[in-house]
């Protein structure tokens, strides 16, 4: 079974910042949290993963709280182009089952 | 182009038949994972290769079985084939262990239509 909890969908208006939360309430200490999304029937790409510091690249920051039990993924100025189902993973890096849950589907709108 | 490679793109056949599907994972890749997606349905893990040898499986039917090579290339088997065997069926690479940041890298996927 998945590990994280994701609301199954949420809408944003194109040009503001999309707030994708995620929580992994279970997380233990050596596992990270990952990041993908998968645009229509598209192969799901990654995005972005922590461990415990906050993260940003050319695509999207990830917020973990402090406990870890929580994080967020940040689109800073969502496209239509962005539109698509974001799932959260937890994991560790040696992990051989890698268990997707139903994700979040997000909907851009012009 | 995530350098994963996926054999056929579109496939369809008939109730009972087997079919095949390749995967050729990114250069240097080692670990190779199957995932079946039906219609509007999340990814189910199927299983997973590494170097060659199964390393952890999920909800994978008898009906199916696969294997990884010796160059690395995967191929997934599926037999006595059912229609709510129709879905997009992913092959992931990624290098685990002892190295890069264990993200996985995904095809473009096999559309399997089973008639």
């Known amino acids: 079974d998945a590990k994280t909890t994701q609301p199954p969908s949420m809408d944003c208006a194109e040009g503001r910042a999309a707030n994708l939360p995620c929580n992994h309430s279970?997380?233990?200490?050596?596992?990270?949290v990952y990041w993908y999304r998968q645009i229509h029937s598209q192969g799901p790409q990654y995005i972005i993963h922590g461990l415990k510091n906050n993260e940003t690249n050319e695509m999207a920051s990830l917020i973990i709280t402090e406990d870890r039990k929580s994080s967020t993924l940040i689109l800073p100025h969502a496209t239509l182009r962005d539109t698509a189902v974001y799932y959260c993973i937890v994991r560790e890096n040696r992990d051989d089952k890698i268990i997707f849950g139903k994700g979040t589907r997000l909907h851009i709108l012009p | 182009d995530s350098g994963v490679t996926q054999t056929p793109k579109h496939l369809i056949t008939a109730t009972g038949q087997r079919v095949t599907l390749r995967c050729s994972p990114r250069?240097?890749?080692?670990?190779v994972y199957w995932y079946q997606q039906s219609l509007d349905q999340g990814l189910q893990f199927l299983i997973q290769y590494y170097n060659g040898e199964e390393r952890a499986k999920g909800n994978i039917l008898e009906r199916f079985s696969a294997q990884q090579f010796p160059d690395l290339h995967s191929e997934l088997n599926l037999s006595s084939l059912e229609l709510g065997d129709s879905a997009l069926y992913f092959c992931?690479?990624?290098?685990?262990?002892?190295?890069?940041?264990?993200?996985?890298?995904f095809g473009e996927g096999s559309r399997l239509t089973v008639l």
């Open positions: 250069s240097g890749d080692l670990s």
């Open positions: 992931a690479s990624s290098v685990l262990a002892g190295g890069g940041r264990g993200e996985l890298f």
């Open positions: 279970t997380i233990s200490g050596n596992e990270y």
